[in-house]
């Protein structure tokens, strides 16, 4: 490929509302152009990066014996209701109508058109296993678009989904999917976390994220540097204290805490370590006539340390809590405990409540927490003099770094991370509500067993430079970069011999199938070297006049500090070294 038949479009500046190094890069880099809100058009560069992943995915999903076809984008309305999920999905997904008025949807998954597919197509046992997967458009119309490619509306997405005759096969899909990942990932050259994770709104009950180990992640992913245990924030266990409850050893007194509502101000005031203190959430389920009107509502107050955060996906796992809940409004607190927030505690209530304590809490001695009066607290309280036992313990927060790991074999850490695949087992979610069954040897009808499988296509370039990028462009792991060689002649138009020698490497790497660009578009040095350091192309050899007549052309890494001198008639040999490198 010769630059000057490619489109080559890089910029000085990055926009005003980039945030973060890959909306950035990617925009300067020439790679994405922004089209509206959360909306790119992948430009030729970045196009082919894309196109690198899909092909690297597709290898390893065949290998893998998953079968391709693709789904259509706008998708009938009739499937998703049949799963309940077109009202339950809300504004995220995209709803639409034809001219006759029938509804249609933007698809963000398609897990409704794919079982329609099985119940259609796979009739016996004898057919199963099956996996068919797409690498296809997607829209998920997120309230807030940011990061570029990271957290975009439109994105291109693989998407798998496997049948199975019963759940020990099931898993066995699952299994054979987690592997095949593993080798997509290990092939992107990334440095990546698999970890254990909560299936979420998806649905089923065993499950895997890939991370991309970036500073600037949105997610947070616990691990243990002593051994195999990973898992995210969410489904990271909190283990319970070792050992009984200390004795009581101070008398619960009321003290005056004006304007102090944080545990942390508490603490400060009180001159004691935050951990003593405890922390009210108050926390309300509605129960709803057949209209959806609230007939009413039951408040649940739930006690964490004063140093540690509600985790939000255990708390909705607990029993009255799993069809979902909210955080109580001012009135209902002030009735229920006879003050605002930020005095809250579980002692002297107006009404009943059900009181939920962390693990933590519940092995807790002389701790401090509201007295349900403005301006004050109470200290030395104890479960069983000062209050009845909680009506539930739980593990409701979300681990600290040094926690115990769950594994037990050494203490917890935390690293960020990017998510870019996820592996889920599904069970009968989707083909129960939909009547998706085939025969099975008995000749009975029987529900498939399936599992998802995704990897975020589009999201992965950008997770890439989120782990690998400096001060003057993006850095690219050979596998996934735009172009893997790039050649610089300088003065090419004005020195044959230039021209020459530029041309023929060129024309010998391309030969050997190695992804090349011959620069010729008659650039400035210095221009021309920015722009490759901008675009992050990962090899680059410079040819001169001063260097064919020393008998050497110069080879630099785009990590290497400096160049490396190259006899002339050894730099194909050498590059492919270090391409196998």
């Given at each position: 490929?010769?630059?000057?038949?490619?489109?080559?479009?890089?910029?000085?500046?990055?926009?005003?509302?980039?945030?973060?190094?890959?909306?950035?890069l990617?925009?300067?880099?020439?790679?994405?152009?922004?089209?509206?809100?959360?909306?790119?058009?992948?430009?030729?560069?970045?196009?082919?990066?894309?196109?690198?992943?899909?092909a690297?995915?597709?290898?390893?999903?065949?290998?893998?014996?998953?079968?391709?076809?693709?789904?259509?984008?706008?998708?009938?309305?009739?499937?998703?209701?049949?799963?309940?999920?077109?009202?339950?999905?809300?504004?995220?997904?995209?709803?639409?109508?034809?001219?006759?008025?029938?509804?249609?949807?933007?698809?963000?998954?398609?897990?409704?058109?794919?079982?329609?597919?099985?119940?259609?197509?796979?009739r016996?046992?004898k057919?199963?296993?099956?996996?068919?997967?797409?690498?296809?458009?997607?829209?998920?119309?997120?309230?807030?678009?940011?990061?570029?490619?990271m957290?975009?509306?439109?994105?291109?997405?693989?998407?798998?989904?496997?049948?199975?005759?019963?759940?020990?096969?099931?898993?066995?899909?699952?299994?054979?999917?987690?592997?095949?990942?593993?080798?997509?990932?290990?092939?992107?050259?990334?440095?990546?976390?698999?970890?254990?994770?909560?299936?979420?709104?998806?649905?089923?009950?065993?499950?895997?994220?890939?991370?991309?180990?970036a500073a600037?992640?949105?997610?947070?992913?616990?691990?243990?540097?002593?051994?195999?245990?990973?898992?995210?924030?969410?489904?990271?266990?909190?283990?319970?204290?070792?050992?009984?409850?200390?004795?009581?050893?101070?008398?619960?007194?009321?003290?005056?805490?004006?304007?102090?509502?944080?545990?942390?101000?508490?603490?400060?005031?009180?001159?004691?370590?935050?951990?003593?203190?405890?922390?009210?959430?108050?926390?309300?389920?509605?129960?709803?006539?057949?209209q959806?009107?609230?007939?009413?509502?039951?408040?649940?107050?739930l006690?964490?340390?004063?140093?540690?955060?509600?985790?939000?996906?255990?708390?909705?796992?607990?029993?009255?809590?799993?069809?979902?809940?909210?955080?109580?409004?001012?009135?209902?607190?002030?009735?229920?405990?006879?003050?605002?927030?930020?005095?809250?505690?579980?002692?002297?209530?107006?009404?009943?409540?059900?009181?939920?304590?962390?693990?933590?809490?519940?092995?807790?001695?002389?701790?401090?927490?509201?007295?349900?009066?403005?301006?004050?607290?109470?200290?030395?309280?104890?479960?069983?003099?000062d209050?009845?036992?909680?009506?539930?313990?739980?593990?409701?927060?979300?681990?600290?770094?040094?926690?115990?790991?769950?594994?037990?074999?050494?203490?917890?850490?935390?690293?960020?991370?990017?998510?870019?695949?996820?592996?889920?087992?599904?069970g009968?979610?989707?083909?129960?509500?939909?009547?998706?069954?085939?025969?099975?040897?008995?000749?009975?009808?029987?529900?498939?067993?399936?599992?998802?499988?995704?990897?975020?296509?589009?999201?992965?370039?950008?997770?890439?430079?989120?782990?690998?990028?400096?001060?003057?462009?993006?850095?690219?792991?050979?596998?996934?970069?735009?172009?893997?060689?790039?050649?610089?002649?300088?003065?090419?138009?004005?020195?044959?011999?230039?021209?020459?020698?530029?041309?023929?490497?060129h024309?010998?790497?391309?030969?050997?199938?190695?992804?090349v660009?011959?620069?010729?578009?008659?650039?400035?040095?210095?221009?021309?070297?920015?722009?490759?350091?901008?675009?992050?192309?990962?090899?680059?050899?410079?040819?001169?006049?001063r260097?064919?007549?020393?008998?050497?052309?110069?080879?630099?890494?785009?990590?290497?500090?400096?160049?490396?001198?190259?006899?002339?008639?050894?730099?194909?040999?050498?590059?492919?070294?270090?391409?196998?490198?």
């Amino acid at each position: 490929m010769r630059a000057s038949q490619f489109l080559i479009s890089t910029l000085k500046e990055a926009p005003a509302d980039a945030e973060v190094a890959s909306h950035k890069l990617m925009t300067r880099a020439g790679m994405i152009k922004k089209l509206g809100a959360g909306i790119y058009t992948y430009m030729p560069m970045g196009l082919r990066v894309i196109r690198k992943v899909e092909a690297i995915v597709r290898e390893e999903m065949n290998r893998a014996g998953a079968v391709e076809c693709t789904m259509p984008v706008v998708q009938p309305a009739e499937l998703w209701q049949e799963t309940g999920r077109f009202d339950k999905m809300g504004p995220e997904l995209l709803r639409i109508q034809d001219r006759h008025e029938r509804d249609f949807i933007v698809q963000p998954t398609s897990e409704e058109v794919v079982t329609d597919i099985a119940r259609q197509e796979l009739r016996s046992y004898k057919q199963l296993p099956k996996n068919l997967y797409q690498i296809q458009t997607k829209f998920r119309d997120e309230r807030r678009p940011r990061f570029g490619l990271m957290r975009g509306r439109e994105f291109i997405m693989k998407d798998a989904y496997s049948f199975d005759r019963d759940q020990a096969a099931a898993k066995r899909s699952y299994e054979v999917m987690s592997q095949a990942y593993r080798a997509i990932f290990d092939r992107f050259g990334l440095r990546y976390r698999a970890v254990a994770a909560d299936s979420g709104a998806i649905g089923g009950d065993l499950s895997e994220e890939f991370q991309v180990i970036a500073a600037t992640g949105e997610d947070a992913i616990v691990y243990c540097p002593d051994s195999e245990y990973a898992a995210n924030m969410e489904k990271a266990e909190a283990l319970a204290p070792a050992g009984p409850r200390p004795a009581a050893r101070q008398d619960m007194k009321k003290v005056p805490t004006p304007g102090k509502a944080t545990c942390e101000d508490v603490a400060q005031l009180l001159g004691v370590p935050l951990q003593t203190t405890v922390k009210s959430i108050v926390l309300a389920t509605d129960e709803v006539d057949d209209q959806g009107a609230i007939k009413g509502s039951k408040l649940w107050l739930l006690l964490l340390r004063g140093d540690h955060g509600m985790n939000e996906i255990k708390v909705g796992k607990l029993a009255g809590l799993e069809n979902g809940f909210r955080f109580a409004t001012v009135a209902e607190i002030e009735q229920h405990f006879g003050t605002k927030p930020g005095y809250l505690g579980p002692i002297a209530l107006r009404e009943k409540v059900r009181i939920v304590a962390d693990r933590e809490v519940a092995v807790m001695a002389d701790w401090i927490c509201g007295a349900n009066e403005e301006d004050y607290h109470l200290t030395g309280v104890n479960w069983g003099r000062d209050l009845p036992e909680p009506d539930a313990v739980a593990d409701i927060r979300n681990v600290v770094e040094g926690d115990p790991s769950p594994d037990g074999k050494g203490k917890l850490a935390i690293e960020r991370g990017i998510e870019v695949g996820h592996v889920f087992y599904l069970g009968t979610k989707y083909s129960k509500p939909m009547n998706a069954t085939f025969l099975d040897e008995d000749g009975k009808p029987k529900l498939f067993e399936m599992g998802c499988y995704g990897i975020g296509v589009t999201r992965l370039p950008a997770a890439a430079i989120e782990q690998n990028h400096d001060e003057r462009g993006i850095i690219w792991p050979d596998a996934i970069a735009p172009f893997t060689v790039v050649v610089c002649p300088i003065g090419m138009d004005r020195s044959a011999d230039v021209k020459a020698a530029a041309e023929k490497l060129h024309d010998e790497l391309a030969a050997a199938g190695i992804d090349v660009l011959l620069d010729d578009r008659g650039e400035r040095p210095g221009a021309m070297f920015a722009d490759w350091e901008l675009i992050g192309v990962p090899h680059r050899v410079v040819i001169s006049d001063r260097g064919l007549k020393e008998g050497q052309l110069e080879y630099q890494h785009r990590r290497d500090a400096a160049a490396t001198k190259v006899p002339a008639g050894e730099v194909f040999g050498f590059l492919k070294g270090r391409l196998a490198q």
